[in-house]
């Protein structure tokens, strides 16, 4: 029933009182009787009352809904309100609603949760990108052994909480994950780079070294980046302290030569533009090994080109060698017979001959035992010398004697 003083209800009082007199003089005028208008009455009195029924339960119906549109939009915003942690004006729009209809309060909340729901698609993306870009530096850090596709249910989780205190935490572990990338990366480079020099100085193929260790190390393309998990770390670690001690064998074996080079360059006076080649060869003798930089420096040509001078040189040094065992000899056995000694037949040059083209004696030690021989033979020759002296007189004198004998004999 509509309320009464209100503008509507004198209206509608107004209109049915008029169309009731008017309805009563028409039945006046066609002489219905009293009970028949009192039928008719009653009847439109019931006529009335349904329709006032009707109205009346479509304006509850109209209620409910909007009270449950309103419950609704409440819902969707105190969870949206939680989830996004702004929790602070819910109590403000729960006073509010108290005091105003069910349209005005559905028109209040409709914006807000409108609002929230973008905030909270904004926020979905945020989380996403992140969850995103940590997902794919914890799959390089790890180097994708354990990286399985979780984002979905990363994301479900995250909706339960999508407040700036999450986000805040998950950029914090962002910013963690990209500074260790980072310092990974850089430890990378290091290493790279010093396999890089290492590979350069022996003369090895870098590409090939690193891609052993890695294939992203090497021509790294777009699709693929860079590897920084622990096992290429370790992998370039074991690299490099492999080719350190490739380096200290080779150095090691090329000072070996050098000193081979220079001995063998005094014995057989080899001449400056002989040696010009070989020359960085034995400037190794004095360097260390971090001192040796050159590309190429330590490479397995150099060694063998340096390897084959020595062996070259050895050859030419046995018939050399056999030359100065003869020249020896020679000077030997002229000392001896000046100082009427008899020389030791230990080195005598058929003997010595034999032993060097057999290979049983070291011709350096065959030369030497013949120096050592002359040196005993000319301090046996200065102990001797006054002897030798006395016995030149005494033979001159018999020579001088016999001369005149025979002068007097003719005479």
């Known amino acids: 029933m509509l309320a009464l003083g209100s503008p509507t209800s004198v209206r509608t009082s107004t209109t049915?009182?008029?169309?009731?007199?008017?309805?009563?003089?028409?039945?006046?005028?066609?002489?219905?009787?009293?009970?028949?208008?009192?039928?008719?009455?009653?009847?439109?009195?019931?006529?009335?009352?349904e329709v006032y029924r009707r109205k009346v339960n479509e304006a509850g119906n109209t209620k409910a809904r909007l009270h449950q549109s309103v419950m609704a939009k409440e819902a969707e915003l105190a969870a949206l309100m939680a989830a996004l942690g702004e929790l602070g004006f819910h109590s403000q729009t729960h006073m509010e609603k108290r005091s105003t209809s069910l349209k005005e309060q559905l028109a209040s909340v409709t914006p807000l949760v409108e609002d929230l729901r973008s905030k909270k698609e904004e926020r979905l993306k945020q989380f996403a990108d992140i969850r995103a870009q940590i997902e794919k530096i914890s799959g390089e850090i790890s180097g994708y052994n354990h990286h399985t596709n979780t984002m979905i249910g990363c994301l479900t989780l995250e909706e339960q909480d999508l407040s700036l205190r999450n986000l805040n935490e998950c950029q914090t572990h962002l910013r963690t994950l990209q500074k260790e990338k980072s310092e990974r990366l850089n430890k990378v480079l290091e290493y790279v780079n010093e396999v890089h020099t290492l590979c350069g100085v022996l003369g090895l193929d870098f590409g090939q070294t690193v891609s052993d260790v890695h294939p992203s190390l090497h021509g790294t393309s777009l699709e693929q980046s860079t590897n920084i998990s622990n096992s290429t770390l370790e992998g370039l670690e074991h690299a490099i302290l492999k080719l350190k001690t490739e380096r200290k064998a080779r150095i090691l074996k090329l000072k070996n030569i050098g000193a081979s080079l220079l001995e063998l360059w005094n014995l057989m006076d080899t001449p400056k533009e002989d040696k010009s080649d070989f020359l960085r060869?034995?400037?190794?003798?004095?360097?260390?090994?971090?001192?040796?930089?050159?590309?190429?420096?330590?490479?397995?040509?150099?060694?063998?080109?340096?390897s084959a001078e020595v062996e070259r040189l050895s050859k030419l040094k046995a018939g050399r060698m056999k030359e100065l065992v003869m020249k020896k000899r020679s000077e030997l056995e002229e000392i001896c017979r000046i100082a009427h000694i008899e020389p030791d037949t230990s080195t005598a040059a058929e003997k010595s001959n034999a032993l060097i083209d057999s290979g049983l004696v070291d011709p350096s030690e065959l030369l030497a035992n013949i120096e050592a021989q002359i040196t005993k033979a000319k301090e046996e020759?200065?102990?001797?010398?006054?002897?030798?002296?006395?016995?030149?007189?005494?033979?001159?004198?018999?020579?001088?004697?016999?001369?005149?004998?025979?002068?007097?004999?003719?005479?």
Not at 282 to 304: A, H, Q, W
Not at 389 to 405: F, G, Q, T
């Open 281 to 306: 060869i034995t400037s190794f003798l004095g360097t260390s090994e971090l001192e040796v930089t050159e590309p190429g420096g330590l490479s397995t040509e150099m060694i063998e080109q340096a």
């Open 16 to 49: 049915c009182g008029a169309m009731l007199r008017e309805l009563e003089q028409i039945w006046n005028d066609i002489g219905e009787s009293e009970a028949e208008k009192d039928r008719m009455l009653m009847e439109l009195e019931r006529e009335c009352l």
């Open 381 to 411: 020759a200065v102990n001797r010398k006054e002897i030798m002296d006395r016995i030149d007189r005494w033979l001159s004198a018999c020579e001088e004697e016999n001369w005149l004998e025979d002068y007097n004999r003719v005479s």
